[in-house]
C-alpha cells in the first residue's frame, strides 16, 4: 500500500532512506521481545521500470524463545519501498516470517513484486 505519511520521503535518489527509517521503527514498535537485529540486504531493486529499495533483515529472539517455549527462534523480514512516479507517495510492502513457517518466503515475495 501507499507509504504513510508519518514517513519522509524526497523522491527517489531519497528511497534508502525511507526503507532504513521505516525498518528502524518497524523493528521497534511491532517487535517488543528482546532480541538481537541484523541487517542481511541493504539494497537498490527494480519492480518493472520502478526504482525501489530493499532492507531485509534477520531478528533474533533466541534467548526469549528458548525461556519462554516458543516454536521458532529467528524471523526473517524485509521493508520494500517503490517509487511510484511524481506527486504520488511510494508504495510500501513489509513481510515478516518466522524460522519455524520457512524464511524462504521472504526471498519469493520480494522477486514476485510487480508495479500496479
Do not use: C, H
Not at 37 to 66: C, H, M, N, P
Amino acid at each position: 500500500g501507499p507509504l504513510s505519511d508519518r514517513y519522509p520521503y524526497a523522491g527517489p535518489g531519497g528511497l534508502a532512506d525511507t526503507a532504513k527509517i521505516v525498518y528502524g521503527d518497524f523493528v521497534e514498535r511491532f517487535y517488543s521481545l528482546e532480541k538481537t537485529a541484523k541487517v542481511t540486504k541493504d539494497q537498490e531493486l527494480r519492480i518493472g521500470d520502478r526504482q525501489a529499495w530493499l532492507v531485509q533483515y534477520e531478528l533474533d529472539f533466541t534467548k526469549v524463545s528458548e525461556e519462554r517455549g516458543y516454536k521458532w527462534k529467528k524471523e526473517n523480514g524485509a521493508v520494500v519501498i517503490m517509487d511510484r512516479g511524481q506527486g504520488e507517495r511510494p508504495a510500501l510492502v513489509f513481510v515478516s516470517v518466522p524460522d519455524n513457517l520457512g524464511t524462504d518466503v521472504v526471498d519469493q515475495v520480494v522477486s514476485s513484486l510487480r508495479p500496479a
